[in-house]
């Protein structure tokens, strides 16, 4: 048996498309934007654009809903070639950061106003509506106006408008940053949702590192016009391919280390690990994520790479802590631990000597500047 909203979705189900961008270079003067953006989305896939501001994810999101025409190089939509191609010929649904809600119409003629443009008839046009609210759980809403709707509602709408007409591409600019954090978080879950259900080729812009991780097949993180990394969520934060993506990823401690050809020692102690150095040139540094350390004792020793230090602070987060240690080389790192999981008469004080560990399959080498 399928739900009244799995039903509903698939009344105004879309096929996919596979999204091809080769080469796409965009410049205003000397200021290159883009540089040479390379990169494949599967048809179905929901892919994320994450990067600092600056970094171009917006310009190449724009530029494959054709508001922004580049340089040079190739956007394929399936086969199609479509960098010469008009906006509003490309069939893509887009949904901006400010939602771009018509205030004087009414939900429903808001819905509708894609339908209309694109020459539907009445009865088309009340029927996709009918289904479209329904499939984003605001049926019996469509005499409201705009003014009359919360914020997680006005993003529904606009949502609904984005999909009434069956694209084949969704794109999505910030959506979600006009919320609060706890209805963010819950519209993450109900976007991710939706687009499982409706299957359709899904394009997001964000800077939000955990949004990012929420929703995503895979994300492509972008730094000064390039793509830094593309992968899956998982393997972007436990196997990232540089300095730059572990820090912009989540919490992070540095440690520089020496590089030997595919040994690796950190003040002449050598550290089991699987990375290995991909530059014999470049900086090498120790990806110490705070989760990832554990407080082990002399016995348990041989079985981690460790590190001696002493406890600077204790910090309090509601289920976890964070403890602050000083490592006796003089480096500053991060523990974190599950208030939940650990026996709180065992975690250190201020001022307590420790001995961290570290997993070799958690030990992850990375590249620097």
Do not use: W
């Not at 929420?214 to 793509?227: F, H, N, P, Q």
């Amino acid at each position: 048996m399928h739900t009244k909203q799995e039903q509903d979705a698939h009344n105004i189900q879309p096929s996919s498309l596979p999204i091809s961008i080769a080469g796409v270079t965009k410049s205003y003067g000397p200021l290159k934007v883009l540089s040479e953006i390379n990169l494949h989305i599967r048809s179905g896939e929901f892919m994320t654009l994450l990067g600092p501001s600056g970094s171009g994810k917006t310009t190449l999101l724009m530029t494959i809903a054709g508001f922004i025409r580049p340089d040079s190089g190739s956007l394929k939509f399936g086969d199609e070639e479509m960098i010469l191609r008009a906006p509003h010929l490309r069939g893509v649904g887009m949904m901006f950061q400010n939602y771009a809600l018509f205030p004087h119409m009414s939900v429903q003629a808001n819905i509708a106003y894609p339908l209309k443009i694109r020459g539907e008839d009445r009865e088309t046009i009340k029927a996709r509506v009918r289904d479209v609210l329904e499939t984003v759980q605001l049926g019996g809403y469509g005499s409201r106006r705009i003014s009359e709707l919360s914020g997680g509602q006005r993003q529904r709408i606009a949502l609904a408008r984005a999909i009434v007409f069956k694209p084949k591409i969704l794109l999505m600019d910030e959506p979600l940053s006009a919320l609060d954090k706890n209805l963010r978080e819950l519209m993450q879950l109900e976007l991710r949702t939706m687009h499982e259900q409706l299957g359709m080729t899904t394009v997001l812009v964000t800077h939000d590192q955990r949004e990012a991780l929420t929703m995503s097949d895979r994300i492509a993180v972008l730094r000064s016009g390039k793509i830094a990394q593309v992968d899956t969520s998982e393997k972007l934060y436990s196997e990232p391919n540089s300095e730059f993506v572990a820090a912009f990823m989540g919490e992070s401690s540095f440690l520089a280390v020496d590089a030997d050809g595919a040994l690796f020692g950190f003040h002449g102690r050598k550290l089991a690990t699987e990375s290995v150095a991909a530059d014999a040139t470049a900086r090498h540094f120790l990806v110490l994520r705070p989760e990832k350390l554990e407080f082990i004792t002399e016995e348990e020793r041989p079985s981690y790479n460790s590190f001696e230090g002493t406890v600077e602070k204790f910090l309090f987060q509601g289920e976890s802590c964070l403890v602050h240690v000083r490592l006796t080389t003089g480096e500053l790192v991060q523990v974190r631990r599950n208030l939940r999981e650990s026996n709180k008469s065992v975690l250190p004080k201020v001022a307590d000597q420790v001995l961290l560990g570290l997993h070799p399959n958690e030990t992850r080498i990375v590249t620097g500047e």
